[in-house]
């Protein structure tokens, strides 16, 4: 009941203002930073806020990271989306300072690499001249600063400092700072958790290098750039995860989570003026915590076909994970994120790496049930 009435204090604070910053805050911002990492997760539709207990909750709820079980802790993804041209990157770290605190560092890069830069195609006497296209980056990285408290058996909390960093080539760049902040409530074989994202809202801070383009704009009529500030609002993420047992090999986790945004109506199942929520489940068999099947679903939405009819659509999603031994763990997801080529999933793969276990009492409080 406490994780219950939190939720709903801070969904009112939320909406009071999402209220005020619509008006000056776009709907989509630092989207890159919500296509999710781990391909367990993502097999799973997305559903782990209150499911996650590796490195990988440096992102997903900070607060997981207590559930980690060993000393040091990495895990690396690569996946690629739109047929290949945009790459996602992904790296993590986490390890303990005492028995009740985690901390973790992530870096995630999202980019479009090797982008022809035209402006000079024609030279100076009207003839193409493809000697002159140069080629640049459109880039986007995160670095988050993570730590999470053990503060009772039931009770694990953690918070988030995001940097971010954009850039366009020698066109533009941003910088952005933001604040998550997370917790996880454990209730026998139930576990709630509770993703408060850019709690303080992002700030992007633009700067255009409006000389190189100046003279090419003016040609073809286009505004201009000028130096601009970015917001992203608040956004929070309900979640409840219920683990089953069937026998001493055979183990199956339920998760869903509720993504609640306050920018204003989007097209999810419900949505309004001023909040709109997205649904995202996902499922977990496990055999002796060595072989995983897990499968999830995402983004449900309404879509309007060309016959002016309506159709529910949504982003299926699946994978397996190996544990190979005790330190490399080896999990794989088919997902439909890009949706553009004539095979619309996409592959993603990620390696974790643990070292050094700890002992069984080494937290000083209860905590996960393994």
């Given amino acids: 009941m406490f994780i219950f009435r939190l939720f709903v204090l801070l969904l009112f604070f939320f909406l009071g203002s999402g209220l005020s910053a ?18 367990r997760a993502l097999a799973m539709g997305g559903a782990q806020v209150s499911s996650v207990r590796d490195v990988t909750a440096a992102y997903w709820n900070p607060a997981g990271l207590i559930g980690v079980r060993h000393q040091h802790e990495f895990s690396l993804m690569h996946a690629e989306y739109f047929a290949g ?6 790296l993590g770290y986490t390890t303990s300072i005492d028995v009740d605190n985690q901390i973790a560092v992530s870096l995630i890069r ?16 009207g003839a193409l001249n493809y000697n002159n296209i140069q080629f640049f980056n459109a880039a986007d990285y995160a670095l988050l600063l993570s730590y999470a408290r053990d503060v009772s058996d039931a009770f694990k909390i953690g918070g988030n400092a995001k940097i971010i960093h954009r850039n366009v080539g020698r066109f533009a760049q ?14 026998e074989q139930w576990r709630f958790g509770l993703m408060l994202r850019d709690v303080t809202s992002t700030f992007n801070a633009w700067f255009h290098n409006a000389e190189m383009v100046r003279d090419i704009y003016a040609q073809t009529n286009n505004v201009i750039p000028v130096n601009s ?15 089953f047992r069937f026998g001493e090999d055979i183990s199956l986790q339920g998760v869903l989570d ?17 909040v709109s929520f997205d649904p995202r489940f ?39 994970g190996v544990f190979l031994n005790e330190k490399l763990h080896i999990d794989y997801a088919l997902t439909d994120i890009g949706g553009v080529s004539q095979t ?20 000083i409080n209860k905590g996960w049930e393994d």
């Fill in 229 to 243: 500030i970015e917001l992203t609002l608040p956004r929070a993420v309900f979640s409840v995860t219920r683990d």
């Fill in 258 to 274: 509720l993504d609640f945004t306050f920018d204003g109506k989007r097209n999810t199942i419900i949505r309004t003026n001023l």
């Fill in 110 to 125: 999202f980019g479009v690499d090797d982008i022809p830069d035209t402006r000079f195609l024609y030279d100076a006497n």
């Fill in 85 to 90: 041209i945009a790459k996602f990157d992904y």
């Fill in 174 to 187: 941003a910088w952005g700072f933001g604040l998550d902040l997370g917790a996880i409530y454990l209730k």
């Fill in 22 to 39: 619509q008006t000056i805050a776009p709907k989509y911002s630092n989207e890159f930073m919500n296509i999710g990492i781990g391909a």
């Fill in 344 to 363: 619309p999933y996409s592959h993603v793969i990620s390696v974790k790496v643990s070292l050094k276990p700890y002992d069984s009492k080494f937290r």
């Fill in 282 to 320: 996902g499922l977990e068999a496990g055999y002796r915590n060595l072989v995983f099947l897990r499968a999830g679903g995402s983004h449900v939405q309404r879509i309007k076909d060309f016959d002016g009819s309506y159709f529910t659509a949504w982003k299926p999603s699946f994978g397996v």
